[in-house]
């Protein structure tokens, strides 16, 4: 599980869903949760936490895209399996895995060393308490 170190920076509830946003340094993140304890509340420290297999891959992004969690990172490493690669990446907010197809890195020509912007959608991404498990 990824882990990024951020701070609650507003919250809007309307009924059971709740819309956070959350800076990690410049990086700003939105996550959408349908439960959120009392004491997640703006200023408080967090990890947004997400699966290395919801990140999406671009390379040479122009245009506008509807998922507002993007990083732009640079592909440190890459563990080329027979049907998925592992990617260690490497942003502002530290280093990070995604988790993609061959077809995808070879239709992209993805090498290590190349920069990448990684998309998260804002219903893919969990909050958790600094510190815990």
Do not use: W
């Amino acid at each position: 599980m990824n882990r990024i170190r951020a701070t609650v920076s507003s919250i809007e509830s309307s009924g059971h869903l709740h819309r956070v946003a959350l800076c990690a340094g410049d990086e700003l993140f939105t996550v959408i949760t349908l439960e959120l304890a009392e004491d997640y509340a703006v200023g408080a420290p967090v990890e947004i936490r997400f699966k290395p297999a919801h990140v999406a891959l671009g390379k040479n992004i122009a245009g506008e895209v509807s998922i507002a969690n993007r990083l732009e990172a640079t592909v440190l490493e890459m563990q080329i399996g027979k049907i998925l690669v592992d990617m260690l990446l490497e942003s502002k907010v530290g280093t990070f895995y995604a988790l993609t197809t061959v077809e995808a890195v070879e239709r992209m020509g993805l090498v290590a060393g190349d920069p990448v912007t990684a998309f998260m959608k804002a219903s893919d991404l969990y909050l958790a308490k600094t510190g815990a498990p």
